[in-house]
């Protein structure tokens, strides 16, 4: 922990739904959700709007729609539009110090002791981000960000929660345990849900509780090195650098267990809730991975590693968890285990997979024409087969929610949705007023896909 404020993170509000809202004008300050829009598809990003509604990430897309009112856009995402926008905010980061260490598209710790000639005091260091906050959002075409700084990467992330979105919190040198030790234990990292019922069941809920516990009590709970990792963070020591540019090689998540587990059905639970957290943290780094590897740890110490290698890169939760079941049921529980990991290695930069796919061959539940009461809009329940139909039409499945598309005479737009033969857009973007909606031949030759629209003003 060091004696100055000087580490800074950055945290992008609810950046994929940020970025809808910002290049389609219409959905401007209405709910919107992007992710998977087939019946198995996932929320990867909830705007604020559609957030108060209960809809938040690594939610199923079923349960999202029963949650959020008419009128919720449900978008399938356009990674291009996202990582032209991260590469804008990482460069301002890049200006502030040589020391930037990005943790997904949107996230970013920023070593400002290593920049040139900044004032480390605590007003310094407030002003300095309100103005990256300010040029940002000037950057960007107004996407919002959270800004925490702090002595040190743990009080940083901690600050720049507090106060989402669009929030400043500079942690003081010496308030750390004022600020941290109110907070439920869960706000420190490494403490998922698994973990968080342990302690629970002990008695710790916030982290004082965690911090008044013994490392003796905690290397007994959660083992060797996640037991020191949490008996330091709760009293706010750490010392983790800023390293910049880091390139992951493999993402995975693990978990030790109070007594030897055997039952295949508990420790499929286990799998479940880990494969969660991989793919989550695979999404949020814009990576996917081929090898899916899961580690056990026998009840007599002893460790092994089985792995598969599948035909496709994924970052899909399920797909993840399946394969590491199978990997158990192969190795066995023989003798009970004590600590199980899942995780997937070779890694590549994101590729369009689960997340967005849409499953459904035959009916685009998520059309987001439930934004709006225009009549030329295709609802879901709208989008049927003809009796007897069993493949959708070849030319619909060029099109889903949220694509960006050009018309050679309408112009620029993006799929509202598709079905009969049709699919309906509106032609507008980031720059423009919310423009008007058009049903086309899902065949006509005008139209083609595009790439994402550029925010900025012409010069």
Known sequence: MRREASILHLDLDAFFAA??????????????????????????????????????????????????????????????????????????????????????????????????????SVDGVTALGHELKDRIADATGGVTGSVGIGTSKLMAKIGSDLDKPDGLVVVPPGSELDVLHPLPVTRLGGVGPATAERLHQIGVKTVADLAAKSLTDLVALAGR??????????????????????????????????????????????????????????????????????????????????????????????????????????????????????????????????????????VDEGAPGEVGSEPAVLTADAVVEAPGDTASTPAERRWWPGQDVEHDELGHGWVWGRGLGRVTVRFEGPTTAPGPVRTLAADDPALRPADPPDWRPPV
């Open 225 to 362: 090195a996640h037991g020191a990792s949490m008996y330091a963070l709760a009293r706010a020591e750490d010392d983790r650098p800023v390293v910049p540019d880091r390139e992951a090689k493999s993402v995975s998540a693990e978990e030790t267990f109070e007594r030897d587990l055997t039952d295949l059905h508990v420790l499929g639970r286990e799998i479940d809730a880990m494969a969660a957290r991989v793919g989550g943290r695979l999404r949020d780094s814009a990576y996917s991975g081929r090898t899916v590897t899961l580690k056990l740890r026998r009840y007599d110490f002893t460790t092994l590693t089985r792995s598969q290698t599948l035909p496709q890169p994924t970052d899909d939760a399920r797909q993840i968890a399946a394969t590491a079941r199978r990997l158990l049921a192969e190795a066995g529980t023989a003798g009970g285990l004590r600590l199980l990991g899942v995780g997937v290695s070779g890694l590549s930069v994101y590729a369009q997979g689960d997340l967005f796919a849409d499953d459904d061959p035959a």
């Open 19 to 120: 970025v809808e809202q910002r290049d389609k004008p219409s959905l401007r300050g209405r709910p919107v959700v992007v992710g998977g829009v087939g019946g198995r598809g996932v929320v990867a990003t909830a705007s604020y709007e559609a957030r108060a509604f209960g809809a938040r990430s690594a939610m199923s897309t079923a349960e999202a729609r029963r949650r959020c009112p008419a009128g919720t856009a449900f978008l399938g995402g356009r990674f291009g539009a996202y990582r032209r926008t991260s590469e804008v905010v990482m460069a301002l980061l890049r200006e502030l110090s040589p020391l930037v260490e990005p943790a997904s598209l949107d996230e970013a710790y920023v070593d400002l002791a290593a920049g040139d000639g900044h004032d480390l």
